[in-house]
Each structure stands twice: as structure tokens, then as C-alpha cells.
């Protein structure tokens, strides 16, 4: 038996299941003798109702139609990036190796910075070679081949730089 | 959705299957708009938060080994989206944009119905603005009681604090209400 009265906290307990065995029978027991409980007890049931009812939380129709395109377009601009790095990175090794190619002699010793590279890049004058050896069968003239490689370098730079920007801006 | 089911969901949004995406979009978006509605005030904000908030669960959804519910782990990244947006943005937060009186003063008085169903839409519509008059946390932590029936453990992992302060900030958010509505309803018995 309760000497006073119901307070928020234990209705709230008993609301959101937390009281059981004594303690719940205690209280059901004394709401069952207090009216003025019993009128507080019905408020806070009304406002627990008012609590679960969904108000205005309302999604666009197409929601999930946007957010699954959304998804989509994300993953194919990364697919799009990572393809752009890899040919940007395969650019500049076909570039440094031609460069390679021209400028420095296989097998021959250079002094200074050079034969630092060199022995830097002491993999790049043979593949260099093997490369040379293709062409020359292919019958492409290596100074057309750097060329195409700069000019395909200097659209990779305008289209990221310039056109992509406008176009994300526009869209 | 039972746990094993969300498993398998999970594993076929990682293999690309867009289906699976769209489920899963579908069960939960009633869940991220709970969070993002209750914490932010513009409407046209919200939406884009909302996808927001299923792009990083996308992009995020291979780091997740279910350590906690899905649900769990998508009201936190909503949480924290709201709480960086709003930081971002500068915007106010709601409470500090509406004023007590204003938001009463939008509504019909109680007495220009007599229909009991009109009064008890209004009631409700008074609770939601009353909600709405909460502190940020208050408010989130009673939809994610009330509206996602949440446990007092999981509503501490999304926002980031003990179980025992959810449920005394959930305690003093809902006396607060009573004691708001008594008031108002005093209020209009007196006029």
C-alpha cells in the first residue's frame, strides 16, 4: 500500500513496462483505489498514444526510386574515376618510358643525376627496349606515339578541369 | 525484417543487386525520416537528408559486421548526418525558431468544434507542437522510444550516451509534455 499518491515517475515506469512482480501489483492496487491516479495514469496513456501516432513524416513518392538512382550514378562515377586513374597512371609510365627510350642509352653509364634515374628506373630501359622492339616491328614511329599519349594527356586534363565540373553544374 | 533476413539482404546490396537496395531503402526510410524530420525544420532539406543518409549507409554498408541492428546503425549515421548538417548549414534548431505562443497561435481555438474527434486531432496536433518545442535530444529520443520502439541501450548507441541518461532525458521529455498540455488546457478552461 502507497502512503501518497502516483508520481510521473512510476507511472511512467509502469507505462513503458518497467515495474513488475510487488512493485506492479502495488501500484495497480492503489490506481485501482485512487481516482485522482487513476484520472493522471489515463493522461499519460493518452499522450503515450499521441506519441506513437505518425505525424507528418512524409517521404516523397519516388523516394526510394531517387535514393537507388542516386546510389547508382555514385558507383558508376567512381567506376568512372578509378578508370580515369588507371589511365592516367598507364599515360605517364608509356610517357616515361618512351622518354626513357629517346634519351637514355641501354647499357650505356651516365654520370651525375642521370645515373641516379637510371639506376632508379634501371627497369625502364629494358622494358624501354622490349617496348622499342614492338614498335619498330609495328612500324610506328615513336615520336608520333608521344604525341597521341600528350595530346590524349592534355583532353584528360581539359575534360576533368573544365568539362566535367560545367557539366556537374549543370545537371 | 528478422535478423538472418537483413543478413542476406545486406549481402546481396553488396553484390550490386539494386533490388535488394530498394528494399531495403523501402523498410527503413520510415525509421530515417523519424530521426530527420524531428531534428531538422526544413522540409526541403529533410528529403535531401534523407537520401543523404541511405547513400552513406550504401557506401558504408561493407564496414558493417552487425555488431549492432541495422536499424541501430542507420539512426546513428542519420543522427549524426542531422547534427553535421545542422552544424554545416548554421541552421537553427527547432526550438529556437518557433516560439511557444506562435505555434499555439496557428491552431483553431478548442471551442470552434464541438465534434469529439476534431478536439482529439487537435489535442494531437498540440502534442506536435509540443514536440517540436523540445530539446533536440528530448525529441529524438522519445520518437526513437515511442515511434521506433527502441530499447533505453540502443537509443544510447545512436546518440552516443549512457542508458540510464536516455531514460532520465526520456522521463523529463515526457513530464515536461504533460505538464505543458495540463497547462495550456488550464489556460483555455480559464479564458
Known amino acids: ?171 | 525484417m528478422s535478423e538472418e533476413k537483413t543478413k542476406i539482404a545486406v549481402s546481396k546490396i553488396l553484390r550490386g543487386d539494386a533490388g535488394a537496395f530498394k528494399e531495403f531503402v523501402d523498410n527503413y526510410k520510415r525509421l530515417v525520416a523519424h530521426i530527420v524530420f524531428r531534428m531538422v525544420k526544413s522540409s526541403a532539406d529533410r528529403d535531401d537528408l534523407c537520401q543523404e543518409v541511405f547513400i552513406k549507409a550504401y557506401e558504408n554498408l561493407a564496414n558493417f559486421h552487425f555488431q549492432s541492428k541495422v536499424s541501430t546503425w542507420l539512426a546513428k549515421i542519420a543522427y549524426n548526418a542531422c547534427l553535421n548538417y545542422v552544424e554545416k548549414k548554421r541552421i537553427p534548431l527547432y526550438e529556437d525558431s518557433v516560439s511557444h505562443d506562435d505555434a499555439f497561435g496557428e491552431l483553431p481555438s478548442i471551442s470552434s468544434s464541438p465534434i469529439d474527434v476534431f478536439e482529439q486531432d487537435e489535442a494531437t496536433n498540440r502534442l506536435m507542437l509540443e514536440i517540436g518545442l523540445l530539446p533536440v535530444a528530448y525529441r529524438t529520443i522519445v520518437t526513437l522510444f515511442h515511434l521506433d520502439e527502441l530499447s533505453y541501450g540502443e537509443i544510447g548507441n545512436v546518440m552516443d550516451m549512457p542508458a540510464g541518461t536516455v531514460k532520465s532525458y526520456l522521463f523529463r521529455a515526457r513530464t515536461m509534455l504533460r505538464e505543458r498540455m495540463m497547462q495550456k488546457y488550464q489556460k483555455e478552461e480559464l479564458c
Do not use: W
Open chain 1, 1 to 171: 500500500m502507497l502512503a501518497d499518491h502516483l508520481n510521473d515517475e512510476m507511472i511512467q515506469d509502469y507505462l513503458d513496462g518497467n515495474l513488475a512482480g510487488n512493485s506492479r501489483a502495488v501500484f495497480e492496487q492503489h490506481a485501482q483505489e485512487c481516482s485522482e491516479c487513476r484520472e493522471a495514469i489515463s493522461m499519460y496513456r493518452e499522450m503515450y498514444a499521441g506519441l506513437e501516432i505518425e505525424s507528418d513524416f512524409v517521404l516523397p513518392k519516388n523516394f526510394t526510386r531517387q535514393v537507388v538512382r542516386l546510389t547508382h550514378k555514385k558507383q558508376m562515377g567512381s567506376i568512372q574515376f578509378g578508370l580515369q586513374q588507371l589511365f592516367f597512371a598507364l599515360a605517364f609510365l608509356i610517357v616515361g618510358i618512351n622518354i626513357t627510350l629517346y634519351y637514355i642509352e641501354p647499357g650505356q653509364a651516365t654520370t651525375g643525376v642521370k645515373d641516379s634515374i637510371a639506376s632508379a628506373f634501371q627497369f625502364l630501359p629494358a622494358l624501354a627496349g622490349i617496348l622499342g622492339s614492338l614498335f619498330q616491328q609495328a612500324q610506328i614511329p615513336g615520336f608520333y606515339f608521344i604525341a597521341i599519349i600528350t595530346i590524349l594527356l592534355v583532353l584528360f586534363v581539359i575534360d576533368k578541369l573544365v568539362l566535367q565540373p560545367r557539366f556537374r553544374h549543370a545537371s
